[in-house]
Nanobody, 116 residues
Framework: QVQLVESGGGPVQPGGSLRLSCAAS????????MPWYRQFPGLRRDWVAF????????IYADFVQGRFTISKDNANNTMYLEMNDLKPEDTAVYYC?????????WGQGTQVTVSS
């Protein structure tokens, strides 16, 4: 089974940037789409952005407001989330996900903390 490992999180000041990575242990090119989610303590995971494999453009949640960019490198089985102009309300654990062979696979998450 493919495994996902997120990285790139950490502390950052408001207005700063981070680049999250989601490395897959195998090919995810057969997935119709791959999303990034985030989770605040005690709450459910909410989707942030997803990228499709069918040639359609990426889709972003309203709160992104042009600050984040999702991308995917199929050759290296890695998905990215470039986050700019980070705000304290972006503080959360960020997860990537893929649906393969009817299974929903999650990574362990990477913590993003935006604070001055």
């Amino acid at each position: 089974q493919v495994q996902l490992v997120e990285s790139g999180g950490g502390p950052v000041q408001p207005g700063g940037s981070l680049r999250l990575s989601c490395a897959a242990s195998g090919s995810t090119s057969s997935a119709d789409y791959m999303p990034w989610y985030r989770q605040f303590p005690g709450l459910r995971r909410d989707w942030v952005a997803f990228i499709t494999s069918g040639g359609g453009g990426p889709i972003y949640a309203d709160f992104v407001q042009g600050r984040f960019t999702i991308s995917k490198d199929n050759a290296n089985n890695t998905m990215y989330l470039e986050m700019n102009d980070l705000k304290p309300e972006d503080t959360a654990v960020y997860y990537c996900n893929v649906q393969l062979l009817s299974k929903s696979i999650w990574g362990q998450g990477t913590q993003v903390t935006v604070s001055s």
